[in-house]
C-alpha cells in the first residue's frame, strides 16, 4: 500500500483528537521517540535520520491499544511498535509517518513459575530480572541495555546477550513458549501462539503483529561476580576466553574478549574504567557465578592473565557499576564516542574454527578492524563467538568489502547496515513469516516498508506452509 504522507499526518491528528483519554505525544518529543540507536551505522544515519512519526501514543491497558489499533485500520494509518528504542537497525523508525505505539507503559509481571514466566510486552528486562529474583530465578539471555530495554522489543528486534553463553539465542527453541498477539483490524483480536508458531513473530520488528504477552523460560539467579582479566598478547586471552566458555563446570553468565586497542578507546570514553583496564592490553570481561572463583582464576593463571578488576554481586547492586555495559553492543557505543571515524559489522564465526578464524582476520586486517568477541551457544548448542567487530569507515564500498572478506573466510555477517527485514537475519522471504502478517496485519499498516515479502505476497503460497526453519545468523 502507498501512504500519502499529507493524508496520514492529518489522519493521525484525527486520531488524537478522537482518543482524548489515552497519553499521545505530539510535541518535539516526536522526532527523538521516533528514531533508535541506527546513529551506529553510517548508512542506516543518512538513510533514516529525517524519518519521523506524526504522534506517539502510550496505551496504559489493552483496552486502550485496542482502541488505537482499531481506530488506526479504519483511517489506515500506519503503526509502529516502540519498546525503548534501543535498537541498532532502525527498527523502530517509521518510513511513511503516522502513529509510534509506545509499549513502555504495558508492563506488568504477569506470573513466575519455576522455570517460566509470563509478563507484558512493555517490561524492562532489568525490572523483569529485579522482580523473578525474588523467586530466584532470571532471564535466561539479555542484551548488554537490559536496564532500559524491553522483553517486546528484544524478541521483536533483538537477538540475546549476556546469558547467551549457557541458552543460545533467545530464538533457540524452548527460550520463548508461547506469545498473545493482537490484530489489526477495526475490530482487533487477540490470540495466543505457541512454539514455534509464535517464533515467526520473532526479529521481524514489528511488521507482521503486535505482541502484547511473552511466555519466556528462566534461568537459576546466581550471584555474578564481575571480573576484568587482562593479557599483555592476543593469543592467551583467546585461549583463556574459549578455555572459559568451554569448561563445564564453571557456572558463567558472560565472556567478552576486546582486543588491543578496544580497551584504549573505552578508556578514553570512560576514564573511570583507568585501573580496571590496562592500556595498551587485551581485556576479557567475565560473569561467573561468585562460587566459581577458585575454579576460574585457576584458568587465568594457567594463561598468565592478571585481573585488574574484581567485583562480588553485592558490590555491583550497591554501586550500580557494572561490566556488562561494557560488553556487547556497549562496547560499540563507547568505541564509537571515543573515535568517531569507526562503525561495526556483526558476525558468526563457525563453531570449532571459530577462534582460527578470528584470529586470522584479525592479522588481515590489521588496524582497519578492531576485534570484539562475544561467545555464545549457536541455535544447535555448540560453543563458538560471535564478533561485534570495529571497522574503520572509509566508504560504504570498502565496509561492503571487509564484510565480505569475513564471508569468504566462512564466517556469517549478520550486516547491521540495513533496515529491511529479509536484508539482515531473516536472509530471504519467508512466506510463513508474510502469512503471519496477512493473518495478524491484513491492512498491511505495521511497519510498513521494512518487509519485503509483504510487496510479493500475491506470489506467495501463503497457505498450508510446513513450519518455518530458524534464523541461524546473530543479530544484536
Ligand atoms: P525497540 O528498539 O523499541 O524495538 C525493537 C523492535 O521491536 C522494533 O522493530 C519494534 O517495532 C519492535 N517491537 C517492540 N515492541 C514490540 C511489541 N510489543 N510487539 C511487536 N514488535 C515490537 N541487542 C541484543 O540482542 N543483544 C545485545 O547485547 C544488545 N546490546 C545493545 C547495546 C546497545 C548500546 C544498543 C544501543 C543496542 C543493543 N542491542 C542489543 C539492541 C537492542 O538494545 C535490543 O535488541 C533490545 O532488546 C531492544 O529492546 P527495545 O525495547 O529497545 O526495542
Not at 504477569?110 to 525490572?127: D, F, M, N, S, T
Not at 537459576?220 to 593479557?231: D, K, M, Q, T, V
Not at 574504567?273 to 595498551?280: A, H, M, N, R
Not at 581485556?283 to 594457567?302: G, I, K, N, P
Request: glycine share 8%.
Amino acid at each position: 500500500m502507498a501512504f500519502d504522507r499529507v493524508i496520514v499526518a492529518e489522519r493521525t491528528h484525527a486520531l488524537v483528537t478522537a482518543l482524548p483519554a489515552l497519553e499521545w505525544i505530539t510535541d518535539s518529543r516526536v522526532a527523538r521517540l521516533s528514531q533508535d540507536f541506527n546513529w551506529f551505522s553510517p548508512v542506516l544515519k543518512r538513510q533514516l535520520e529525517q524519518q519521523r512519526a506524526d504522534a506517539v501514543v502510550r496505551p496504559k491497558t489493552e483496552e486502550e491499544i485496542v482502541a488505537v489499533l482499531a481506530a488506526c485500520a479504519r483511517e489506515q494509518v500506519p503503526i509502529t511498535a516502540r519498546g525503548s528504542g534501543t535498537g541498532n537497525y532502525g527498527q523502530c523508525v517509521p518510513l511513511h509517518g503516522g502513529v509510534i505505539l509506545d509499549l513502555s507503559a504495558y508492563n506488568r509481571l504477569l506470573w513466575v513459575k519455576p522455570g517460566v514466566g509470563r509478563a507484558q510486552a512493555g517490561i524492562r528486562l532489568g525490572e523483569m530480572d529485579r522482580q523473578m529474583r525474588e523467586h530466584g530465578q532470571e532471564l535466561r539471555c539479555v542484551p548488554s541495555t537490559w536496564r532500559s530495554a524491553t522483553l517486546g522489543g528484544l524478541f521483536g528486534g533483538g537477538f540475546g546477550g549476556l546469558g547467551s553463553i549457557n541458552y543460545g539465542p533467545l530464538a533457540a527453541r524452548g527460550n520463548v513458549l508461547g506469545v498473545r498477539a493482537i490484530t489489526v483490524e477495526p475490530e482487533p483480536q487477540t490470540l495466543e501462539l505457541r512454539a514455534p508458531e509464535a517464533l515467526l513473530l520473532h526479529h521481524v520488528y514489528g511488521c507482521n503483529g503486535i505482541v502484547l504477552e511473552l511466555e519466556v523460560g528462566l534461568a537459576p539467579a546466581h550471584p555474578w561476580l564481575e571480573s576484568i582479566i587482562s593479557f599483555d598478547a592476543f593469543e592467551p586471552a583467546l585461549a583463556f576466553a574459549d578455555a572459559l566458555a568451554a569448561a563445564p563446570g564453571i557456572v558463567k553468565k558472560g565472556i567478552t574478549l576486546l582486543a588491543r586497542p578496544v580497551p584504549d578507546l573505552l578508556l578514553k570514553a570512560v576514564p573511570v574504567l583507568g585501573g580496571s583496564l590496562q592500556p595498551e592490553s587485551h581485556a576479557v570481561l567475565v560473569l561467573v557465578a561468585e562460587f566459581a572463583e577458585d575454579a576460574m582464576l585457576q584458568l587465568v593463571q594457567l594463561h598468565g592473565g592478571g585481573v585488574t578488576l574484581r567485583r562480588t554481586a553485592a558490590e555491583v547492586l550497591k554501586t550500580q557499576r557494572t561490566i556488562t555495559e561494557y560488553t556487547w553492543n556497549h562496547t560499540t557505543l563507547h568505541a564509537l564516542k571515543a573515535d568517531k571515524s569507526l562503525t561495526y559489522t556483526q558476525c558468526a564465526f563457525q563453531s570449532g574454527r571459530h577462534t582460527q578464524q578470528a584470529a586470522q582476520l584479525r592479522t588481515h586486517f590489521g588496524d582497519e578492524v578492531h576485534t570484539h568477541l562475544e561467545w555464545i551457544r549457536n541455535l544447535e548448542g555448540a560453543l563458538t563467538c560471535s564478533g561485534l567487530q570495529l571497522i574503520r569507515y572509509a566508504s560504504d564500498e570498502r565496509l561492503a568489502d571487509v564484510q565480505q572478506v569475513y564471508r569468504d573466510h566462512g564466517v556469517s555477517i549478520a550486516n547491521p547496515h540495513v533496515f529491511i527485514v529479509e536484508d539482515g537475519k531473516q536472509g530471504r522471504i519467508n512466506p510463513d513469516v508474510v502469512a503471519m502478517k496477512q493473518r495478524l496485519d491484513p491492512l498491511g499498516l505495521l511497519n510498513p516498508g521494512k518487509l519485503r515479502g509483504w510487496d510479493v505476497r500475491d506470489q506467495l503460497a501463503l497457505r498450508d506452509r510446513p513450519q518455518p526453519e530458524l534464523a541461524t545468523l546473530p543479530r544484536f
